[in-house]
């Protein structure tokens, strides 16, 4: 039973093309978010969502938008494709964090070249 | 600014020695830290963390963590290092200025253990 889980594993795309990653979470938690690993393994936020609301939103590119249908799902859409894209793109979950120290859980990562 | 250093890229160490991977934090605030491992091409997992009390806080697979107030440091250690300990080390601090309580990672340490 995969409590975080992200498809695509991997995905090999051209420069300019439009791709989503799915993410789903069964542990029943409310809080969800995307970081991006670049080449360097550099871990960054990126999104995260609190029952399907919208609450951290780091500088990312209007390019990428994420999606909440509902609280145990996360979709991260990414438009017009460029080669800076190319990362790993992790989805987490957690509980709602009001003391801080509710842990993340991640999901296994989305490989994603843009050739 | 919350953040987090991680001062060692590598750390190498015989198989059955003792291991440290450092990480040294600053937040204002209550610190609340923690320690992910991330396998070759594998999400990360996590490991332990500390949100108050005993300044010892033990983890998974045999792995714990001092904090330190004094020295704002929370180092992880074991006592004993295995082959299949080699991974990418991540210490994360819990960012709590905004709701959703994103992490900060650390630039990430890779351990490498030889029999």
């Known amino acids: 039973d995969t409590a975080v889980s992200q498809t695509p594993k991997y995905l090999v795309t051209q420069m300019g093309n439009d791709k989503s990653i799915k993410c789903e979470q069964n542990?029943?938690?409310?809080?969800m978010y995307w970081y991006k690993q670049d080449s360097k393994k550099f871990l960054k936020i990126m999104f995260s969502?609190?029952?399907?609301?919208?609450?951290i939103n780091e500088t990312v590119p209007n390019r990428f938008s994420p999606k909440s249908p509902d609280k145990a799902h996360l979709n991260l859409h990414i438009n017009s494709l460029e080669l800076g894209d190319s990362a790993v793109y992790f989805c987490?979950?957690?509980?709602?964090?009001?003391?801080?120290?509710?842990?993340?859980?991640f999901g296994p990562g989305t490989r994603l070249l843009v050739l | 600014a919350q953040s987090v250093a991680q001062p060692e890229d590598q750390v190498n160490v015989a198989e059955g020695n003792p291991l440290t991977v450092k990480c040294t934090y600053s937040v204002s605030g209550n610190p609340y830290l923690f320690w992910y491992v991330q396998y070759p091409n594998r999400g990360l997992q996590f490991l332990l963390k500390y949100i108050t009390g005993d300044n010892l806080v033990k983890g998974s697979y045999g792995f714990e963590a001092e904090f330190n107030k004094s020295q704002t440091s929370f180092h992880l250690k074991k006592p004993s290092a295995l082959v299949s300990d080699s991974a990418l080390y991540f210490c994360a601090v819990r960012d709590l200025r905004n709701q959703g309580g994103k992490l900060i990672f650390g630039q990430g340490t890779e351990l490498s253990v030889k029999p």
């Open positions: 987490a979950s957690s509980q709602a964090a009001p003391t801080g120290g509710e842990t993340q859980y």
């Open positions: 969502y609190n029952n399907k609301e919208l609450i």
């Open positions: 542990l029943g938690h409310d809080t």
